[in-house]
């Protein structure tokens, strides 16, 4: 995981529990797709982006988003913030 600034390049975001997530699918030279993921704190005053790339490989982009959207769901409702 590292962390960026949020940049979509045009893909479908949505807003969940506080945070944007902006799944997408990357084409590959095999002919599958990679389902990448940007998730954002809304509310971050650094707008500290994580990026998780290739989490899994799909043969259909649209299955390839559904299962980075779906993750980032399960990412946030998961996270453990640090205490103050």
Known sequence: M???ALNTGGHTNMHYK???VA???QPLASGLFAANLVI???VSL???AYVFNALDYF???DLAVAYAARWARMWIDNRRLPHA
Request: net charge negative; charged share 40%.
């Open 18 to 20: 506080g945070y944007e």
């Open 2 to 4: 590292r962390s960026v």
């Open 23 to 25: 799944p997408a699918a």
């Open 59 to 61: 043969f259909e982009s």
């Open 46 to 48: 650094q707008k500290r």
């Open 40 to 42: 954002q704190d809304e």
